[in-house]
């Protein structure tokens, strides 16, 4: 089955710091990947994500995320973090062999101002 | 509306009781998830929605748990004879079709007595 790991749990990093939020999945094939954001008292929102095409993906709020399929990793990145992206980050996998989309079990980044 | 609703936002029980929990998808998708989240932990999967079906069931933790989906459209989540361990933050996510990203409603917070 289709596993989806965050390395870490809890990430604090102060204003203007870059950001790398790692992600890896287990199966080989195929991938529909996300990166989905909660932000404190939010709905979950999608932050950006991955069908096809060039593997450096670039989403909403100057995120952007690399494919990198022989590492079966889709890492996020920022160059420059600001307070308000404190959030809880959550990467998400569809493999194609079925329907479901499996979610890691979450980064919470903590922005000091 | 334009997003996904969920009803009640807050449900406290007492042990033993049934609860139900409502999901108004967005107009037109036609897959639909229900996630449990407690607190601390990443999305749970526990049934999965193709139009009035449920090709996934797995993810439901046990039979106190059931879900039906009418018209394409709500769906509602039962918990019979709640236990503690059942609280938690109950999600209901729709997509257009099933391997598209998921747009997330607020959730349930629901807590047994």
């Known amino acids: 089955a289709q596993s989806v790991s965050q390395h870490n749990h809890h990430v604090i990093l102060s204003e203007a710091a870059s950001l790398e939020l790692g992600c890896n999945y287990s199966?080989?094939?195929?991938?529909?990947l996300f990166w989905y954001v909660q932000y404190p008292g939010q709905h979950l929102q999608l932050l950006l994500k991955?069908?096809?095409?060039?593997?450096l993906v670039k989403g909403i709020k100057g995120f952007e995320a690399e494919f990198i399929k022989s590492k079966f990793s889709f890492n996020l990145r920022k160059p420059s973090v600001q307070w308000s992206d404190t959030a809880e980050y959550f990467c998400?996998?569809?493999?194609?062999?079925?329907?479901?989309?499996?979610f890691g079990k979450g980064t919470r980044l903590h922005i000091l101002p | 509306g334009a997003g996904v609703s969920q009803s009640p936002s807050n449900k406290v029980t007492e042990k033993g009781k049934d609860v139900e929990l409502r999901c108004d998808p967005i107009?037109?998708?036609?897959?639909l998830y229900w996630y449990r989240q407690r607190l601390g932990q990443g999305l749970e999967f526990l049934i999965y929605f193709q139009g009035n079906s449920a090709p996934d069931k797995s993810g439901l933790p046990s039979d106190r748990f059931s879900a039906e989906r009418t018209g394409e459209s709500v769906s509602t989540l039962t918990i019979q004879r709640t236990q503690q361990e059942d609280s938690a933050v109950y999600l209901c996510?729709?997509?257009?079709?099933?391997?598209?990203?998921?747009?997330f409603g607020p959730g349930t917070r629901l807590t047994v007595l």
């Open positions: 199966y080989g094939g195929t991938v529909n």
């Open positions: 998400a996998v569809n493999d194609y062999r079925d329907d479901k989309i499996i």
């Open positions: 991955y069908f096809s095409g060039d593997p």
């Open positions: 996510a729709s997509s257009l079709v099933s391997y598209r990203e998921q747009f």
């Open positions: 107009s037109g998708h036609t897959a």
